[in-house]
């Protein structure tokens, strides 16, 4: 009989062990995960000498390249300019976002030449999710 009662004890506390094991298991994300990268680059080189573009990849490895402003005109630096690419991410931004795409990392970085010259650029990433 005590052999019956510690079997019947044991399995209760497995079962019990597992159900409270199955509450503190991550329960794997429902879909498959894509990404997609926005890079811009933002020439400071003046005068519209620069190749400033806004570069899509998605998880395909299809691109879009869409031409935007350098910062610097001849008389130097343009705000309008500014404005323009500020409005031209924001909108590919809010298209991203519409389309279920969520902001998940943004990376910045400059390069700025050296002593002798005046050549330069503006960096930023930004990476998206989707959960399909």
């Given at each position: 009989?005590?052999r019956?009662?510690?079997?019947?004890m044991?399995?209760?506390?497995?079962?019990?062990?597992?159900?409270?094991?199955s509450?503190n298991?991550?329960?794997?994300?429902?879909?498959?995960?894509?990404?997609?990268?926005?890079?811009?680059i933002?020439?400071?080189?003046p005068?519209?000498?620069?190749?400033?573009?806004?570069?899509?990849?998605?998880?395909?490895g299809?691109?879009?390249?869409?031409?935007?402003n350098?910062f610097?005109?001849?008389?130097?630096?343009?705000?309008?300019?500014i404005?323009?690419?500020?409005?031209?991410v924001t909108?590919?931004i809010q298209?991203?976002?519409n389309?279920?795409?969520?902001?998940?990392?943004?990376?910045?970085?400059?390069?700025?030449?050296?002593?002798?010259?005046e050549?330069?650029?503006?960096?930023?990433r930004?990476?998206?999710?989707?959960v399909?």
């Amino acid at each position: 009989m005590k052999r019956i009662h510690l079997i019947v004890m044991v399995a209760i506390l497995m079962a019990g062990s597992l159900f409270l094991y199955s509450f503190n298991t991550p329960s794997p994300q429902e879909g498959k995960i894509r990404w997609l990268q926005i890079t811009v680059i933002e020439s400071v080189i003046p005068g519209g000498a620069g190749r400033s573009r806004m570069i899509t990849v998605d998880d395909q490895g299809k691109t879009d390249e869409v031409k935007i402003n350098n910062f610097f005109s001849f008389l130097g630096i343009n705000f309008d300019n500014i404005r323009e690419n500020d409005q031209t991410v924001t909108n590919e931004i809010q298209k991203l976002s519409n389309l279920g795409w969520e902001l998940e990392h943004v990376t910045t970085g400059v390069y700025s030449g050296n002593q002798n010259n005046e050549n330069g650029v503006f960096l930023t990433r930004y990476l998206f999710k989707k959960v399909e």
